[in-house]
């Protein structure tokens, strides 16, 4: 079924108010809920899963060092809409099929709060899992303005539960920021950008299967597939929206909120994007760039100025990333390899924005700050059902904890990708900054083990030069991050960001361990 691209106005997804609000504390109630929503308007309803009866959630808009503490509850009915495979790990029998568990993700919060995916809970409390400890989650917002985004993170379920609709923007401001007076108000616009795939009758679909080579008789049905990428573009909720935009400057926060998809952005009037922001907040300077690729989960917060477009030009953003990224199909130019598009109307009023040429201060890692180093290897391997299997460093998620970082310490990452694809691998409770891309000899690798460098290191392009959470991490080549770990201790994860690879099963608990107690062990 074909839909016209273009038809309906994107939405803009509406601010979330909060239930009560103290000189301490913000305090807001998010109740996750089934219900229709309409993705075009050649579409029939479609049933899904959302926060506050929204696609995308709304958006929570916070200032910087605001306590805000949010009770998250699940009004979701006992069955999931979409096919839960029971092989993953502990998503057997024994566990309630629909539960949740939310996940502020790119935010420094305790771990309590963070949402472990074995902190998930059912509708109304009624059963909760092994790591799960308070129904209210708190964000203390003491780190940079920046563009975060609330998902949920429920073990073995988050691609499901993500896919159904569990998505968010949050969005922490402050004065500084406001004082460069970048575009604001009706000019600065969300943009999550999704893939969907629908039935005829509307309904989302989700492959229930995969194709493997000697399936066992005890092949998990239904079963998680090694990634999922619909037809179908949407960007806050709407299939090919389209947005009049006065001839003036635009800021846009865009988030990858996919599965799997990765987009590469250009604008068909050749125009720049000037990227501003990455994941965790400003850039030190604007970044001009004729295109942008976004990996799932990674947010760039940029300014588009139409002020030139004459009247009634249409503009269309477009997608050329291939699918898997970067070996896979292109994107149908007629479906896949468009986005939204733009109409330029007349100005209202001027525009007194600006885009100032110094946004804010980054202070670089040295190399030297860093007390350990860890290697990270993406592996590719295959489970006991033969389907492919994604992993860290060769363990599964239920494995013993191998990386504890100590409160305050630097550390690098070396992420070793010797396979096909690009993995955004993410880290919790922490921004870090990419220090640079090595090309190794992968043959070498994955015969014996040894690095061997084939190149100069490639330092990160200069929209990467800020704070991040989610790293691209392409074949061939060493990604060393640098980051320190805390606040706070206790138990986080790091996974790959492709959902279905971090639910089968490329994502790792690890431990930030008090140096205090780090010190008494010692003696
Ligand atoms: Cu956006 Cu651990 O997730
Ligand atoms: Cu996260
Ligand atoms: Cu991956």
Redesign the pocket.
Known sequence: MALTPFLDPLHIPRVLRPKKRSKDVTYYEVKMEEFFHQFHSELPETKVWGYEGQIPGPTIEVEQRECVHVKWMNNLPDEHLLPVDPSLHSSGEHMPQVRTVV?L?GAEVEPDSDGYPDAWFTRDFGKCGPRFVQKVYKYPNNQRPATLWY?D?AVGITRLNVYAGLAGMYIIRNEQERALNLPSGRYEIPLVIQDRTFNDDGSLFYPSTVNVVDPPPNFPNPSITPGVAGDTIVVNGKAWPYLNVEQRRYRFRILNGSNERFYRLSLDSGQQFIQIGSDGGLLQKPVRLDELVIAP?ERIDCVVDFTNQPVSTKIVLKNTATTPFDFGAPPDPETTGLVMEFRVVERTGSDTSSVPQFLSTIKRFDEGDASRIRDITLDVTTDMYNRLLFLLNNRDFMDGITENPIVGDVEIWRIINPGLGVHPI?I?QIQFQILDRIPFDTDVFNLTGQLRFTGEPEPPQANERGWKDTVQAPPGFVTRIIMRFGPYSGRY?Y?C?ILEHEDHDMMRPFDVVPRRWVRVKKI
């Open positions: 996940h993700h998902h993170h989960a993410h919790h994860v996974h960001h």
